[in-house]
C-alpha cells in the first residue's frame, strides 16, 4: 500500500522569501517519488523525481527536493519565490511493486504575493 | 517535438448524452491513462492502459469507458450512467512503471 499527504492545502509567500511545500509518503516498497507543477487550466507538469539515487534532487526553475526516509518526506523547496511560481503543486508516490498505480497528493495551492 | 494533444479544450453536453474525449500522443509511450480532477481532491484514476488492445479500471471506472486500438490514442467515454461528469480530464502517457507520466492540456467538460 502506498499513500502521500500534502500537509497544507495553501501556502501564501511572499516574493524573494523562500517556498516550503509538504509532503509525507507511506509505501511498503521503496518508494519513487514526484513533485509536479499545474498552472490554470493546464496540465501537469513534471518538477522533479526521486527514485533511489541521490537523496537532494534538484529540479527545473529553480526548486529542489530532499528524500528523507527516516521522516517519510519530500519537501518541496525553493530558495526565493518568482511571481510565476504561483500554481498548484502535486506531490506522487509510485513504487516498482505497484504496478502503474500512481498516489498523488490533493495538492498544494501556492500563492506568490509582491 | 514530442507531446499529448487533447481535444477539445473545453466541451459542453446536456445531461443523458455520451461524450467522448480525445487523447493522442507522439512519444512513442507504451502506457496511458486517463485522470479525472476535481477542486480539492487531487487525481484520481479512471482507466489505464500498458499495450494496445488491452485497460484496465482505475480506481473510479464506474460510467467511463475507453479502447486502446493504436498505441497513440486512448479516447475516454463519458457516458450517461455517469452520475457527476462535471470536471476536469486529463491524459498521460509514460514509457514504464516509474518513469514519470507525461500529461496533456486537459479538457475541462461541463454537463447541464
Known amino acids: 500500500a502506498q499513500s502521500v499527504t500534502q500537509l497544507d492545502s495553501h501556502v501564501s509567500v511572499s516574493e524573494g522569501t523562500p517556498v516550503l511545500l509538504r509532503c509525507n509518503y507511506s509505501s511498503s516498497y521503496s518508494p519513487s517519488l514526484f513533485w509536479y507543477v499545474q498552472h490554470p487550466n493546464k496540465g501537469l507538469q513534471l518538477l522533479l523525481k526521486y527514485t533511489s539515487a541521490a537523496t537532494l534532487v534538484k529540479g527545473i526553475n529553480g526548486f529542489e527536493a530532499e528524500f528523507k526516509k527516516s521522516e517519510t518526506s519530500f519537501h518541496l523547496t525553493k530558495p526565493s519565490a518568482h511571481m510565476s511560481d504561483a500554481a498548484e503543486y502535486f506531490c506522487v508516490v509510485t513504487n516498482s511493486n505497484s504496478g502503474y498505480a500512481l498516489n498523488f497528493g490533493k495538492g498544494t495551492s501556492l500563492l506568490v504575493t509582491p | 517535438d514530442g507531446g499529448i494533444t487533447q481535444s477539445p479544450k473545453y466541451l459542453f453536453r446536456k445531461e443523458g448524452q455520451n461524450v467522448t474525449l480525445s487523447c493522442e500522443q507522439n512519444?512513442?509511450?507504451?502506457?496511458m491513462y486517463w485522470y479525472r480532477q476535481d477542486p480539492g481532491q487531487g487525481l484520481r484514476l479512471i482507466y489505464y492502459s500498458q499495450i494496445v488492445n488491452d485497460f484496465q479500471k482505475g480506481d473510479i471506472a464506474e460510467g467511463y469507458s475507453v479502447s486502446r486500438e493504436k498505441k497513440e490514442s486512448f479516447p475516454l467515454t463519458v457516458t450517461s450512467a455517469q452520475k457527476n461528469p462535471t470536471a476536469f480530464y486529463l491524459c498521460?502517457?509514460?514509457?514504464?512503471?516509474?518513469?514519470?507520466?507525461?500529461f496533456g492540456n486537459g479538457t475541462r467538460l461541463t454537463v447541464t
Open positions: 498521460a502517457s509514460s514509457n514504464s512503471v516509474v518513469t514519470p507520466l507525461h
Open positions: 512519444l512513442n509511450h507504451d502506457a
